[in-house]
């Protein structure tokens, strides 16, 4: 891992020199720009609905898998545990679109309202 280290050391340096060349005030601002992304992407994560989405995931993926009944002796080979997977898939993806559809129906029933009460 240490050769990998040192060869993205020496490739960064290259890219280093050749900003440096261009201009420093737009590596500069692309920087900040970069920053602000990185912190964006980490603060949606960090975001209640992030942690609904995947609780809502994970229960109806939980209860796909039990509604199967998939144990090791129902199951036929390896065609049931992969049938059992993609339906538990299946159950998480749509519980993910109702939840993310009752959120942006919110939303814009907010925005609604908050037009109404302007005008």
């Known amino acids: 891992m240490a050769k990998k280290a040192t060869g993205k050391k020496s490739g960064s340096s290259k890219a280093k020199k050749s900003t440096a060349k261009s201009g420093g005030s737009s590596s500069r601002s692309s920087s900040s720009a970069k920053n602000t992304a990185s912190e964006a992407f980490v603060s949606l994560l960090q975001s209640p609905l992030v942690a609904d989405l995947v ?55 907010a925005a609604k309202d908050a037009k109404a009460t302007k005008a």
Do not use: M, Q
């Open 55 to 109: 609780a809502v995931a994970a229960t109806s993926a939980l209860a796909a898998l039990a509604s199967e009944g998939f144990s090791r002796e129902g199951a036929k080979g390896s065609k049931g545990a992969g049938k059992a997977v993609k339906s538990a898939g299946k159950a998480a993806a749509d519980a993910v679109k109702r939840r993310l559809t009752e959120e942006i129906d919110a939303i814009k029933k």
